[in-house]
Nanobody
């Protein structure tokens, strides 16, 4: 079972930026894809951004143009750069892996809290 450790969350004012990190205990190229999801207060977990082994990325409409997912395979780390943050981005952000095209995202980390407030 892969272990994922997220970090980088915090309190930021609207319009600010944060960079989240997710360190995996296995080589990230062993997975079909990795992704960031979030769960806001009283909401279901939702997709934020994903990146495949081949480098293809996918974003939720609500974050397109503001968030960027990237990776460092040497460090087994996936990042989420978040710019122009809005109060509605407030959530616990989770990192997950998708081992193959036949499986869904899972193996969630403990999450990191992002709070956007003035």
């Amino acid at each position: 079972q892969v272990r994922l450790v997220e970090s980088g969350g915090g309190l930021v004012q609207p319009g600010g930026s944060l960079r989240l990190s997710c360190v995996a205990s296995e080589k990230i190229f062993s997975f079909h894809a990795m992704g960031w999801y979030r769960q806001g207060p009283g909401k279901q977990r939702e997709l934020v951004a994903t990146i495949t082994r081949g480098g293809s990325t996918n974003y939720a409409d609500s974050v397109k143009g503001r968030f960027t997912i990237s990776r460092d395979s040497a460090e087994n780390t996936v990042y989420l750069q978040m710019n122009s943050l809005k109060p509605e981005d407030t959530a616990v952000y989770y990192c997950g892996v998708r081992r193959s095209v036949l499986t869904d995202f899972g193996s969630w980390g403990q999450g990191t809290q992002v709070t956007v407030s003035s």
